[in-house]
């Protein structure tokens, strides 16, 4: 396939940024869209161009790194993939693909694709987790008995892998799909029940402080996560905030 790659390329977060045109030759529709863009990077160093920035890890859809606006959307066209897991054969020959980043406040751009998310690692921080006893007589967690209608809901919960394309889907940079799922892996547990109250406030909070915009209850986050992460978990933060407020 030969294709033109209209691309943001950004210098740094002071720049103002452009969109720039590419053409590449040659595309397998057996490949991934981050190695179509590797076939663009080794053309612009061969010729002595800056390569085009990009954040990747796992390549296999488990890392959330490889965050991107593919024509308008988040990962691309498909549902339930991220970017790594696109195909070059969901386009055509001749096609042209506007490629961004996410565009959000609370995720600045740090050079061409690449933004910062480190607002969702603070979230975290605020209380994305459980204070365990790690002096070697921890209970087994499988001796606690959890039902397990709530042991899937939690694992569906965790599934979540912080790629952010929920708040860049969202028409006011919302980030309560991501602090939502979060708070309920959690919540649903036995383990995570003892520190449920500060944990709901504190990573409220914290989402508020960075920036994110409120929830308008529009949907676009649920059907833009790679993971399927459900508006359900909003609803259930939602009564661990409240339950948290007033107790
Ligand atoms: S909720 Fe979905 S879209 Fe949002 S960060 Fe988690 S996996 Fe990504
Ligand atoms: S590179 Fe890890 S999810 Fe895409």
């Not at 529709?29 to 085009?52: C, T």
Request: hydrophobic letters at 35%; aromatic letters at 6%.
């Amino acid at each position: 396939m030969n294709l033109t790659l209209k691309i943001w390329r950004q210098k740094n977060s002071k720049d103002k940024g452009k969109m720039e045109t590419y053409p590449v030759k040659d595309i397998s529709p057996d490949m991934s869209f981050l190695e179509m863009i590797d076939v663009l990077n080794n053309q612009l160093i061969e010729s002595g161009q800056d390569p085009v920035a990009f954040d990747h890890d796992c390549r296999e859809g488990i890392c959330g790194m490889c965050s991107m606006f593919i024509n308008g959307q988040a990962h691309g066209p498909g549902r339930g993939i991220t970017t790594c897991q696109l195909h070059m054969r969901s386009f055509k020959d001749g096609d042209t693909i506007y490629i961004e980043p996410w565009r959000s406040a609370a995720f600045p751009v740090i050079k061409d694709l690449v933004v910062d998310r480190s607002s969702f690692d603070r979230v975290i921080q605020a209380g994305g987790y459980v204070s365990v006893n790690t002096s070697g007589n921890t209970q087994d967690a499988n001796a606690i008995p959890i039902p397990k209608e709530d042991a899937d809901k939690a694992f569906d919960a965790a599934t979540c892998i912080g790629c952010g394309a929920c708040v860049a889907a969202c028409k006011n940079s919302s980030a309560m799909l991501f602090v939502s799922a979060k708070v309920s892996q959690l919540a649903l547990l036995p383990q995570g029940k003892v520190e449920a109250k500060q944990r709901a406030l504190n990573m409220v909070k914290q989402m508020d402080e960075e920036g994110f915009g409120n929830c308008s209850n529009t949907g676009a986050c649920e059907v833009e996560c790679p993971k399927g992460i459900s508006l359900e978990n909003i609803a259930r933060m939602n009564r661990e905030y409240l339950k948290a407020s007033i107790s």
